[in-house]
Protein backbone atom coordinates (compact mmCIF):
# COMPACT_ATOMS: atom_id res chain seq x y z
CA UNK A 1 0.00 0.00 0.00
CA UNK A 2 1.05 3.84 -0.14
CA UNK A 3 1.35 4.39 3.51
CA UNK A 4 1.44 2.18 6.91
CA UNK A 5 -1.56 0.54 7.55
CA UNK A 6 -3.05 -0.28 11.20
CA UNK A 7 -6.09 -2.35 12.30
CA UNK A 8 -8.12 -1.96 13.95
CA UNK A 9 -8.43 1.78 14.19
CA UNK A 10 -10.57 1.44 17.35
CA UNK A 11 -10.76 -1.70 19.97
CA UNK A 12 -12.39 -1.41 22.86
CA UNK A 13 -12.22 -4.68 25.21
CA UNK A 14 -12.36 -5.08 29.28
CA UNK A 15 -10.05 -5.31 31.55
CA UNK A 16 -8.14 -8.94 31.35
CA UNK A 17 -8.73 -9.67 27.79
CA UNK A 18 -5.76 -10.30 25.39
CA UNK A 19 -5.53 -7.80 22.23
CA UNK A 20 -3.77 -8.11 19.06
CA UNK A 21 -2.57 -4.87 17.23
CA UNK A 22 -2.02 -5.53 13.71
CA UNK A 23 1.01 -3.15 11.31
CA UNK A 24 1.08 -3.36 8.09
CA UNK A 25 4.28 -1.28 7.00
CA UNK A 26 5.06 0.36 3.77
CA UNK A 27 6.41 -2.21 1.13
CA UNK A 28 10.35 -2.58 1.39
CA UNK A 29 11.22 -0.63 4.39
CA UNK A 30 13.17 -3.05 6.31
CA UNK A 31 12.79 -1.35 9.65
CA UNK A 32 8.95 -0.84 12.17
CA UNK A 33 8.45 0.60 15.19
CA UNK A 34 6.10 0.51 17.58
CA UNK A 35 5.17 3.69 20.04
CA UNK A 36 2.27 4.42 22.62
CA UNK A 37 0.99 7.84 22.88
CA UNK A 38 -1.16 8.43 25.87
CA UNK A 39 -3.96 11.35 25.69
CA UNK A 40 -1.85 14.64 25.69
CA UNK A 41 1.25 12.95 25.98
CA UNK A 42 4.23 12.19 23.65
CA UNK A 43 5.47 9.17 22.06
CA UNK A 44 6.61 6.00 24.19
CA UNK A 45 8.51 4.00 22.36
CA UNK A 46 8.19 0.56 22.81
CA UNK A 47 10.10 -1.87 20.29
CA UNK A 48 11.76 -1.69 17.27
CA UNK A 49 12.22 -4.54 14.28
CA UNK A 50 15.41 -4.97 11.75
CA UNK A 51 14.12 -7.37 9.23
CA UNK A 52 12.13 -9.70 11.84
CA UNK A 53 14.71 -9.21 14.58
CA UNK A 54 13.83 -6.79 17.91
CA UNK A 55 17.67 -6.26 19.00
CA UNK A 56 15.88 -3.55 21.78
CA UNK A 57 12.87 -4.83 23.77
CA UNK A 58 13.81 -2.45 26.73
CA UNK A 59 10.24 0.31 25.84
CA UNK A 60 7.93 -2.47 26.52
CA UNK A 61 6.21 -1.75 29.39
CA UNK A 62 5.87 -5.08 31.22
CA UNK A 63 6.19 -9.02 30.40
CA UNK A 64 2.37 -8.45 29.28
CA UNK A 65 3.29 -6.92 26.12
CA UNK A 66 5.02 -8.91 23.37
CA UNK A 67 5.20 -8.21 19.33
CA UNK A 68 6.79 -9.92 16.27
CA UNK A 69 7.15 -9.55 13.05
CA UNK A 70 6.83 -11.63 10.32
CA UNK A 71 8.57 -12.24 7.02
CA UNK A 72 10.01 -8.78 7.15
CA UNK A 73 6.76 -7.20 7.01
CA UNK A 74 3.50 -7.32 8.83
CA UNK A 75 3.89 -6.87 12.62
CA UNK A 76 1.72 -7.79 15.75
CA UNK A 77 1.86 -6.27 19.00
CA UNK A 78 0.10 -8.33 22.04
CA UNK A 79 -0.93 -7.37 25.61
CA UNK A 80 -1.98 -9.86 28.04
CA UNK A 81 -4.08 -9.54 30.44
CA UNK A 82 -4.94 -5.76 29.27
CA UNK A 83 -5.59 -3.24 32.82
CA UNK A 84 -7.09 0.18 32.17
CA UNK A 85 -3.47 1.26 32.17
CA UNK A 86 -2.97 -0.01 28.37
CA UNK A 87 -5.42 2.71 27.34
CA UNK A 88 -3.87 4.80 24.59
CA UNK A 89 -3.46 4.96 20.96
CA UNK A 90 -0.72 2.43 19.66
CA UNK A 91 1.22 3.95 16.59
CA UNK A 92 3.15 2.22 14.53
CA UNK A 93 6.06 3.44 12.13
CA UNK A 94 8.40 2.23 8.94
CA UNK A 95 11.28 3.51 7.33
CA UNK A 96 13.87 2.06 4.55
CA UNK A 97 16.19 0.88 6.93
CA UNK A 98 17.45 1.60 10.42
CA UNK A 99 19.36 4.52 10.91
CA UNK A 100 19.16 8.10 12.57
CA UNK A 101 18.99 10.21 9.78
CA UNK A 102 15.38 8.03 8.50
CA UNK A 103 12.79 9.83 8.36
CA UNK A 104 9.82 7.32 9.68
CA UNK A 105 6.56 6.86 8.26
CA UNK A 106 3.54 6.49 10.69
CA UNK A 107 0.16 4.75 10.54
CA UNK A 108 -2.80 6.78 12.23
CA UNK A 109 -2.60 4.38 15.39
CA UNK A 110 -4.91 1.84 17.18
CA UNK A 111 -6.81 3.88 19.96
CA UNK A 112 -7.11 1.08 22.40
CA UNK A 113 -9.89 1.32 25.38
CA UNK A 114 -10.02 -0.86 28.26
CA UNK A 115 -13.00 -0.95 30.40
CA UNK B 1 19.97 10.10 29.89
CA UNK B 2 19.16 11.95 27.21
CA UNK B 3 15.95 14.19 27.14
CA UNK B 4 14.48 16.43 24.53
CA UNK B 5 11.90 19.16 26.26
CA UNK B 6 9.04 21.07 23.82
CA UNK B 7 7.14 24.36 25.49
CA UNK B 8 3.89 22.03 26.99
CA UNK B 9 1.69 25.58 26.35
CA UNK B 10 -0.03 26.36 22.79
CA UNK B 11 1.78 28.58 20.42
CA UNK B 12 -1.32 30.95 19.15
CA UNK B 13 -0.47 33.32 16.51
CA UNK B 14 -2.41 35.32 13.97
CA UNK B 15 -2.41 34.21 10.24
CA UNK B 16 0.69 35.69 8.33
CA UNK B 17 2.88 36.26 11.32
CA UNK B 18 6.18 33.69 11.50
CA UNK B 19 5.40 31.08 14.46
CA UNK B 20 8.72 29.58 16.16
CA UNK B 21 8.39 26.50 18.22
CA UNK B 22 11.47 25.33 20.23
CA UNK B 23 13.10 21.87 20.94
CA UNK B 24 15.68 21.77 23.57
CA UNK B 25 17.89 18.20 24.10
CA UNK B 26 20.12 17.55 26.91
CA UNK B 27 23.50 15.83 27.05
CA UNK B 28 25.82 15.79 23.95
CA UNK B 29 24.12 16.98 20.72
CA UNK B 30 22.57 13.72 18.76
CA UNK B 31 23.69 13.48 14.90
CA UNK B 32 20.28 14.39 13.25
CA UNK B 33 16.98 16.19 14.75
CA UNK B 34 13.94 15.10 13.36
CA UNK B 35 10.20 17.51 12.95
CA UNK B 36 6.62 16.04 12.77
CA UNK B 37 3.97 17.20 12.25
CA UNK B 38 0.66 15.60 14.14
CA UNK B 39 -3.03 16.60 13.26
CA UNK B 40 -5.53 15.32 15.55
CA UNK B 41 -6.12 10.98 15.43
CA UNK B 42 -3.72 11.15 12.55
CA UNK B 43 -0.05 9.75 13.07
CA UNK B 44 2.79 12.07 12.99
CA UNK B 45 3.98 12.97 9.54
CA UNK B 46 7.86 13.90 8.89
CA UNK B 47 8.37 17.40 7.93
CA UNK B 48 12.33 17.97 8.14
CA UNK B 49 15.72 16.60 8.91
CA UNK B 50 18.86 18.83 10.53
CA UNK B 51 21.65 17.22 10.55
CA UNK B 52 24.25 18.24 13.41
CA UNK B 53 26.61 20.01 11.52
CA UNK B 54 23.71 22.33 9.44
CA UNK B 55 23.09 25.12 11.01
CA UNK B 56 19.96 25.86 9.13
CA UNK B 57 17.64 23.83 6.97
CA UNK B 58 14.73 25.18 4.64
CA UNK B 59 11.92 23.52 2.98
CA UNK B 60 8.87 26.23 1.37
CA UNK B 61 7.79 28.25 4.49
CA UNK B 62 9.52 25.94 6.72
CA UNK B 63 12.90 26.80 8.40
CA UNK B 64 14.89 24.47 11.13
CA UNK B 65 17.78 25.42 13.02
CA UNK B 66 20.35 23.52 15.17
CA UNK B 67 22.25 25.17 18.19
CA UNK B 68 24.96 23.05 19.53
CA UNK B 69 26.05 25.44 21.69
CA UNK B 70 22.12 25.88 23.52
CA UNK B 71 21.59 22.57 22.87
CA UNK B 72 18.45 23.80 21.00
CA UNK B 73 16.64 23.58 17.53
CA UNK B 74 14.07 26.15 16.25
CA UNK B 75 11.10 25.67 14.33
CA UNK B 76 9.78 28.19 11.99
CA UNK B 77 6.59 28.22 9.96
CA UNK B 78 6.79 31.65 8.31
CA UNK B 79 3.57 33.21 6.57
CA UNK B 80 2.03 30.94 8.97
CA UNK B 81 -1.82 29.68 8.00
CA UNK B 82 -4.78 28.56 9.69
CA UNK B 83 -3.69 24.50 8.01
CA UNK B 84 -0.77 25.23 9.94
CA UNK B 85 -2.49 24.80 13.54
CA UNK B 86 -1.23 21.28 14.55
CA UNK B 87 0.88 19.82 16.92
CA UNK B 88 4.63 20.11 16.43
CA UNK B 89 7.13 17.17 17.39
CA UNK B 90 10.69 17.42 17.78
CA UNK B 91 12.83 13.89 18.11
CA UNK B 92 16.25 12.76 18.20
CA UNK B 93 18.17 8.66 18.04
CA UNK B 94 18.24 7.59 22.01
CA UNK B 95 22.55 6.73 22.61
CA UNK B 96 23.40 2.80 21.44
CA UNK B 97 19.84 2.57 19.99
CA UNK B 98 18.19 3.31 16.71
CA UNK B 99 14.70 4.38 18.82
CA UNK B 100 13.87 7.65 18.69
CA UNK B 101 12.81 10.04 21.57
CA UNK B 102 10.13 12.39 20.62
CA UNK B 103 9.47 15.51 23.19
CA UNK B 104 5.63 15.90 24.04
CA UNK B 105 4.64 18.03 21.46
CA UNK B 106 3.77 22.33 20.96
CA UNK B 107 0.66 22.66 19.79
CA UNK B 108 -0.23 25.41 16.98
CA UNK B 109 -3.23 28.05 16.79
CA UNK B 110 -3.14 29.95 13.68
CA UNK B 111 -6.10 32.00 14.12
CA UNK B 112 -7.60 33.52 10.38
Known amino acids: GAGVSQSPSNKVTEKGKDVELRCDPISGHTALYWYRQSLGQGLEFLIYFQGNSAPDKSGLPSDRFSAERTGGSVSTLTIQRTQQEDSAVYLC?????????????FGDGTRLSIL | SQKIEQNSEALNIQEGKTATLTCNYTNYSPAYLQWYRQDPGRGPVFLLL?????KEKRKERLKVTFDTTLKQSLFHITASQPADSATYLCARRMDSSYKLIFGSGTRLLVRP
Open chain 1, 93 to 105: ASSPELGSNQPQH
Open chain 2, 50 to 54: IRENE
